[in-house]
């Protein structure tokens, strides 16, 4: 069998911060994978000069992942027919609002039956209909998608933070290929067969991170952030169970992409903290995340929408209060201290 050829498509915080990884970690099994990692890079202007050309030359994401080397093999492609030619592993990793339309841009140009693993967080509502990004890759590329999720802030993941993640995986002989991919020994990859677990926990804990984000503003303390952790893994749990077939209990108690991320996002990472300033400055969503993330972009606050869709087409909002709340204080001016009403 040849080599794995890998490319990252996305480049982003955590994109580039998988990219250092997958970086350093194929250097460390050339036997298994070739040595150079492409990631597709949307191109764009920063101080002057094209992104792709910073990282080419400085080995450095200087826009969204400042002070970081990515090591020499990571090679930044602006072409997505480019970047994934002759690729056998895609690694999936941009804001979920850009997956649909770079999918259309890569059909037809991917091997078909290659290994992909989605790192987006996110899921895509179509009235009554939901479809995970590893379901919609996997459709639209005939390949097989795994989901990466955990409580991965990459600015701490980059800086060699201890750190744990969750991949689930369609088939468990993939695990090994995966663990040699993103294993550091400050990375530590834990492989479970609950590909929607995963996926699932990565986009409702977002919205969750929103409530945490404006209680945080309204200064309510910790015990309401604690209990609207609690309250948001129980909405979680119960949302994947009702409506997903074979989501596994252990994802949300014992994995890092369940329990561990709810906490990590509801403390700190940018829906929370664009969530805070919502509350104290008044101003909108829109208005603070181009002030607030130079470029980075706000997931909560969409899949809050996305999830409220979806459930009124399904007649089940009042089974979610939070998630409920939480969409209705975002986007039809409900009153943030109402957030825990109804709970
Ligand atoms: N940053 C984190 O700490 C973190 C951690 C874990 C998971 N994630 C998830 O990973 C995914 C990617 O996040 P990120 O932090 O790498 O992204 P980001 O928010 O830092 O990046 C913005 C990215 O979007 C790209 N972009 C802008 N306009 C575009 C367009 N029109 N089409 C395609 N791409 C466009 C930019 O080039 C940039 O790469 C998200 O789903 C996020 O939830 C992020």
């Known amino acids: 069998m040849g080599k794995e050829k890998i490319t990252i498509v996305g480049s982003g915080n955590w ?20 040595e150079q990692v492409k990631m597709w890079v949307f191109e764009e202007e920063f101080e002057g000069k094209k992104l792709t050309e910073i990282i080419n030359e400085e080995h450095e994401n200087r826009k969204y992942l400042p002070g970081v080397a990515l090591g020499e093999n990571v090679v930044a492609i602006p072409d997505i027919g480019e970047a994934v030619k002759g690729a056998t592993v895609l690694i999936f990793v941009m804001p979920h609002q850009f997956l649909v339309k770079t999918l259309d841009q890569m059909e037809g140009k991917v091997t078909k039956g290659i290994r992909a693993v989605s790192l987006a967080k996110g899921v895509e509502v179509n009235g ?5 990004f590893a379901d919609i890759i996997s459709e639209r590329l005939e390949i097989s998608c795994a989901a990466l999720s955990g409580a991965n802030i990459a600015n701490e993941v980059a800086r ?12 468990k002989e993939d695990g090994d290929m995966w663990k040699k991919l993103f294993t550091t020994p400050k990375f530590r990859v834990s492989i479970v067969d609950d590909v929607a ?16 984000g404006l209680a945080d503003g309204l200064e309510w303390g910790n015990n309401s952030k604690a209990a609207i952790m609690r309250i948001g893994l129980m909405e979680m749990k119960s949302f994947c169970q009702e409506f997903f077939e074979g989501v596994k209990e252990e994802t949300f108690l014992e994995q ?17 903290k664009v969530a805070t300033a919502f509350v104290k400055e008044k101003r909108s969503f ?9 470029g980075q972009k706000l997931q909560g606050i969409h899949t809050a929408k996305e999830i409220n869709t979806f459930l009124k087409a399904r007649n089940r909002v009042d089974a979610y209060p939070l998630f ?17 009403d109804g709970l």
């Open 128 to 132: 009554s209909d939901i479809k995970l």
């Open 324 to 340: 409920t709340n939480v969409y209705r204080i975002c986007w039809e001016g409900k009153p943030a201290e109402e957030l825990t």
């Open 286 to 294: 829109e208005e603070l995340e181009k002030e607030m993330l130079n």
């Open 160 to 171: 060699d933070r201890f750190s744990e993640t969750t991949i689930g995986v369609r088939k």
């Open 15 to 34: 994109g580039s911060a998988i990219a250092r990884i997958a970086g350093n970690n194929v250097k460390q099994n050339p036997d298994m994978f070739d």
């Open 256 to 272: 890092s992409a369940g329990v561990a991320d709810v906490i990590t996002s509801c403390l700190g990472g940018r829906n929370m």
């Open 197 to 212: 677990g995963v996926s699932l926990c990565g986009a409702l804990k977002n919205i969750v991170a929103v409530g945490s």
